[in-house]
T-cell receptor, first 110, second 111 residues
Framework: TQLLEQSPQFLSIQEGENLTVYCNSS?????LQWYRQEPGEGPVLLVT?????EVKKLKRLTFQFGDARKDSSLHITAAQPGDTGLYLC??????????FGTGTRLTIIP | DAGITQSPRHKVTETGTPVTLRCHQT?????MYWYRQDPGHGLRLIHY???????DKGEVSDGYSVSRSKTEDFLLTLESATSSQTSVYFC??????????FGPGTRLTVT
């Protein structure tokens, strides 16, 4: 079983600040995805990365895939209360099944 | 919106009773999945299906069975519910390679 570690587990910051959350694996990912989940809802896909060193941007969110494809980061610029939620990374390791990290619970304080 | 619905959305049941959760999709996706989500464990795969009548076990399949008699429906059955199966259950489909889209979830409480 592959293990994905996410850090930090909890993060609470003021509106307007920047933040970065991390996802690490001991194994090489075939692909990696980031999801955001709000209370009472299912996870919603934000981005998929597949190439080592790849950087993708989604408005104020920047996703980076490590060169060795064993880690990823999510950076949020000028955080807003609407960014509050549980951020999950998930990876595939040579097949179609996803392995999820335990998530980072982000709270943005107005 | 990947057209995924789950029913029921909430259920309370007693230990030892059978329970069936339903996942329905409207877009004929081949792959469907059942996960459970618990604090401290994230999302864990219970079972998945890669076509009608083709299913396989995930990492936490003990105590669960599944059936897929039609492309659009994937059923999860707890033959004899236990308190350890109290959880939030999510169904998902794969639309494009590796990308999964989730239903709204079913909150199950076993008393």
């Amino acid at each position: 079983t592959q293990l994905l570690e996410q850090s930090p587990q909890f993060l609470s910051i003021q509106e307007g600040e920047n933040l970065t959350v991390y996802c690490n694996s001991s194994s090489v990912f075939s692909s990696l995805q980031w999801y955001r989940q709000e209370p009472g809802e299912g996870p919603v896909l934000l981005v998929t990365v597949v190439t080592g060193g790849e950087v993708k941007k989604l408005k104020r969110l920047t996703f980076q895939f490590g060169d060795a494809r064993k880690d990823s980061s999510l950076h949020i610029t000028a955080a807003q209360p609407g960014d509050t939620g549980l951020y999950l990374c998930a990876g595939t390791f040579g097949n179609e099944k996803l392995t999820f990290g335990t998530g980072t619970r982000l709270t943005i304080i107005p | 919106d990947a057209g995924i619905t789950q029913s029921p959305r909430h259920k309370v049941t007693e230990t030892g009773t059978p329970v069936t959760l339903r996942c329905h999709q409207t877009e004929n996706h081949r792959y469907m999945y059942w996960y459970r989500q618990d604090p401290g464990h994230g999302l864990r795969l219970i079972h998945y299906s890669y076509g009608v009548k083709d299913t396989d076990k995930g990492e936490v399949s003990d105590g669960y069975s599944v059936s897929r008699s039609k492309t659009e429906d994937f059923l999860l059955t707890l033959e004899s519910a236990t308190s350890s199966q109290t959880s939030v259950y999510f169904c998902a489909i794969t639309a494009d390679r590796y990308e999964q889209y989730f239903g709204p979830g079913t909150r199950l409480t076993v008393t």
